[in-house]
C-alpha cells in the first residue's frame, strides 16, 4: 500500500501540527487569548504559551480545549502523540538541562533512581545500559552525567534537595563494591551545606508522588518550573499554576519523609548492609 499523501497542507510533525490546530481552532471561533482564558478558567498565558509551542500544556487543558470547540477528543490525541514523540523529548531535555545549569535552587523526589547530578559513574553506566544505550553513546553520556556533577562544585553552587523513595536505596548495582560507592558519595554529598538528602520509607504508604520522579528548578527571575519524567520520556513543567500544583504534592511528601540525620543513618545501614555481601 502506498504512503498516505498530506492534503492538508498542514504539519505532519506531532508538536506543530497540535500548535496549528490550537491556532486554526481560536481564529475560527473569533476569540482573543484572554478570552480564551476567561472562558475556560485558565490564565491566558499559557494558551499563548501553547500556540507559541513553548509548552504542550496537560491533558486536562486539551480536554477542555476539545469541549470548548467541539472537537471530541481532536486535541487530546494530538496533545498524546506530542508528549510521545521521541524527537520532542530530546528537545524538551535540552530545554531542562539548560535551565538546570542556571537554576539557583533545585528541588528532587526520585521514585526508583537517583538524580543525575548524584550518581557514579558505574550506577550511571548500568542505568543508561539498562535504557538501551550501548558503546560510544553510553561512554558520552555516562561522561555528560559526570560532568553535571560539577554544578555542585561551584562556589555559587545551588541549594539542592533530593528526597529518595526507599525503593532507590533497595535497588543495589550489580556489583556490591560498586553499590557501596554509590552510598558513600549519597553520604559525601549529604556532608555538604548546599546538599539535603531524604528518604522516605516504605511504611508511609501511598502518597502525593508514588510514580512520579520530578525535579523542580528555581530560575532567577522568581519562576519555578517542573521536569517530570518516565523511563522514556519527560516534560518540562513551565506553566505556573501546574508547576504549583506539583510543588504542594512535593511538600506533602517532604513532610513524610525522613530527616536528613535519619535518612543518613539509614544510608548508612543499607552500605554496612552492602558491605556483608560478596562483590560479584
Same mark, same amino acid.
Given at each position: 500500500?502506498?504512503? !498516505?499523501?498530506a492534503?492538508?497542507?498542514?504539519?505532519?510533525?506531532? !508538536?506543530? !501540527?497540535? $500548535?496549528?490546530?490550537?491556532?486554526? @481552532?481560536?481564529?475560527?471561533?473569533?476569540?482573543?487569548?484572554?478570552?480564551?482564558?476567561?472562558?475556560?478558567?485558565?490564565?491566558?498565558?499559557?494558551?499563548?504559551?501553547?500556540?507559541?509551542?513553548?509548552? @504542550? +500544556? +496537560?491533558?486536562? $487543558?486539551?480536554?477542555?480545549?476539545?469541549?470548548?470547540?467541539?472537537?471530541?477528543?481532536?486535541?487530546?490525541?494530538?496533545?498524546?502523540?506530542a508528549?510521545?514523540?521521541?524527537?520532542?523529548?530530546?528537545?524538551?531535555?535540552?530545554?531542562y538541562?539548560?535551565?538546570?545549569?542556571?537554576? &539557583?535552587?533545585?528541588?528532587?523526589?526520585?521514585?526508583?533512581?537517583?538524580?543525575? &547530578?548524584?550518581?557514579?559513574?558505574?550506577?550511571?553506566?548500568?542505568?543508561?545500559?539498562?535504557g538501551?544505550?550501548? +558503546?560510544?553513546?553510553?561512554?558520552?553520556? #555516562?561522561?555528560?552525567?559526570?560532568?553535571?556533577?560539577?554544578?555542585?562544585? !561551584?562556589?555559587?553552587?545551588?541549594?539542592?534537595?533530593?528526597?529518595?523513595?526507599?525503593? #532507590?536505596?533497595?535497588?543495589?548495582?550489580?556489583?556490591?563494591? *560498586?553499590?557501596?560507592?554509590?552510598?558513600?558519595?549519597?553520604?559525601?554529598? +549529604?556532608?555538604?551545606?548546599?546538599?539535603?538528602?531524604?528518604?522516605?520509607?516504605?511504611?508511609?504508604?501511598?502518597?502525593?508522588?508514588?510514580?512520579?520522579?520530578?525535579?523542580?528548578?528555581?530560575?532567577?527571575?522568581?519562576?519555578?518550573?517542573?521536569?517530570? *519524567?518516565?523511563?522514556?520520556?519527560g516534560? @518540562?513543567?513551565? *506553566?505556573?499554576?501546574?508547576?504549583?500544583?506539583?510543588? @504542594?504534592?512535593y511538600? &506533602? $511528601?517532604?513532610?513524610?519523609?525522613?530527616?536528613? $540525620?535519619?535518612?543518613?543513618?539509614?544510608?548508612?545501614?543499607?552500605? *554496612?548492609?552492602?558491605?556483608?555481601?560478596?562483590?560479584?
Amino acid at each position: 500500500m502506498p504512503p !498516505r499523501r498530506a492534503v492538508t497542507g498542514r504539519s505532519q510533525e506531532p !508538536r506543530q !501540527r497540535f $500548535v496549528e490546530e490550537l491556532r486554526l @481552532l481560536r481564529a475560527q471561533k473569533g476569540d482573543s487569548l484572554r478570552q480564551l482564558g476567561e472562558a475556560l478558567g485558565w490564565d491566558w498565558s499559557l494558551f499563548g504559551k501553547m500556540e507559541s509551542g513553548q509548552t @504542550l +500544556g +496537560g491533558p486536562e $487543558v486539551a480536554q477542555a480545549l476539545d469541549q470548548y470547540y467541539g472537537t471530541k477528543d481532536l486535541l487530546l490525541t494530538l496533545w498524546e502523540l506530542a508528549v510521545a514523540d521521541p524527537t520532542q523529548f530530546r528537545e524538551r531535555y535540552r530545554r531542562y538541562m539548560t535551565l538546570e545549569a542556571e537554576a &539557583l535552587s533545585m528541588w528532587h523526589y526520585g521514585v526508583s533512581t537517583i538524580h543525575g &547530578l548524584l550518581q557514579t559513574a558505574s550506577y550511571a553506566r548500568e542505568l543508561l545500559s539498562a535504557g538501551g544505550l550501548s +558503546g560510544e553513546q553510553l561512554t558520552r553520556q #555516562v561522561e555528560a552525567r559526570k560532568g553535571r556533577r560539577a554544578a555542585l562544585d !561551584r562556589d555559587d553552587a545551588p541549594r539542592f534537595r533530593t528526597i529518595l523513595s526507599e525503593a #532507590v536505596l533497595r535497588t543495589p548495582l550489580e556489583d556490591a563494591a *560498586e553499590w557501596r560507592k554509590q552510598l558513600e558519595l549519597l553520604l559525601d554529598m +549529604g556532608e555538604r551545606p548546599n546538599v539535603m538528602v531524604q528518604i522516605v520509607r516504605h511504611a508511609v504508604g501511598i502518597h502525593a508522588l508514588s510514580n512520579t520522579d520530578t525535579t523542580f528548578l528555581r530560575l532567577s527571575d522568581g519562576r519555578t518550573v517542573a521536569w517530570v *519524567e518516565t523511563g522514556y520520556s519527560g516534560e @518540562l513543567v513551565q *506553566e505556573t499554576a501546574a508547576a504549583e500544583r506539583l510543588q @504542594l504534592s512535593y511538600d &506533602l $511528601v517532604r513532610d513524610l519523609a525522613m530527616s536528613p $540525620v535519619e535518612s543518613r543513618k539509614f544510608i548508612r545501614q543499607m552500605w *554496612e548492609e552492602a558491605s556483608c555481601e560478596p562483590s560479584t
